[in-house]
């Protein structure tokens, strides 16, 4: 596609409840990272895979979050046991994997745990 | 990973030129510097990138001295459009690494 896609755009889980959102990188992207946003904040880096491989997964908060992208192509991102602090966007942003920061960044997903 | 540091907010009137300095004293020798803009209710978007003197695009322009520790993008003629929050990140050039964000400068254009 020409950007970068996540689903669902908004979910609201109840808390305790495991979510799973998805993210459809720019066909031929190696690189792909998971970044979580809270409310008047940065992004905060979550994981970085290139092609299927899961090659930093330092900013996962808690083995309560897990990553994949079985195919090198579309991710998910699963949270087991929401928490009301995991209620956040959780922006998806791919790239060709050739360095320069040059990502292009989806619309993200928003979390919000009741 | 070179820190940066830029100002928590600006706000400027629109048709004005806006400059925000960062600054990114460890920035090592292979780094880029790069900036997103990122608007409410969306992902950040790339805008301009350089690694030495001045880069120019049709968003924007990048200065960087030579002794690149700082930076300046400028932002010629601001509209009501361009409110949003804008980043400075230093990384790798020649290979993708994860970008660590600050919190960004919150521009507000009035009118």
């Known amino acids: 596609g020409a950007g970068v896609s996540q689903s669902p755009r908004y979910k609201v889980a109840k808390r305790g409840q495991d979510v799973a959102l998805r993210c459809d990188p720019i066909?031929?992207?190696?690189?792909l990272f998971w970044y979580q946003q809270a409310l008047g904040q940065g992004p905060e880096f979550l994981t970085y895979f290139q092609n299927e491989a899961q090659l930093d997964k330092s900013g996962l908060p808690s083995d309560r979050f897990f990553a994949e992208r079985p195919e090198g192509s579309v991710s998910t991102l699963k949270i087991q046991r929401t928490q009301q602090e995991d209620s956040a966007v959780y922006l998806c942003?791919?790239?060709?994997?050739?360095?320069?920061?040059?990502?292009?960044f989806g619309s993200g997903t928003r979390l919000t745990v009741v | 990973l070179a820190k940066t540091t830029q100002p928590i907010s600006m706000d400027s009137y629109e048709g004005q030129e806006v400059n925000i300095t960062c600054s990114h004293n460890?920035?090592?020798?292979?780094?880029?510097i790069t900036w997103y803009q990122q608007f409410p209710s969306q992902g950040p978007r790339f805008i301009i990138q350089g690694y030495k003197t001045k880069v120019t695009n049709e968003v924007a322009s990048l200065f960087i001295p030579a002794d690149r520790k700082s930076s300046t993008l400028s932002l010629p003629r601001v509209s009501l459009s361009d409110t949003a929050v804008y980043y400075c990140?230093?990384?790798?050039?020649?290979?993708?690494?994860?970008?660590?964000f600050g919190k960004g400068t919150r521009l507000h254009i009035l009118p």
């Open positions: 942003a791919s790239s060709l994997g050739e360095g320069g920061f040059g990502y292009t």
């Open positions: 990140l230093v990384g790798p050039g020649n290979r993708d690494d994860k970008i660590i």
């Open positions: 460890n920035i090592a020798t292979n780094d880029y």
């Open positions: 066909s031929g992207h190696v690189s």
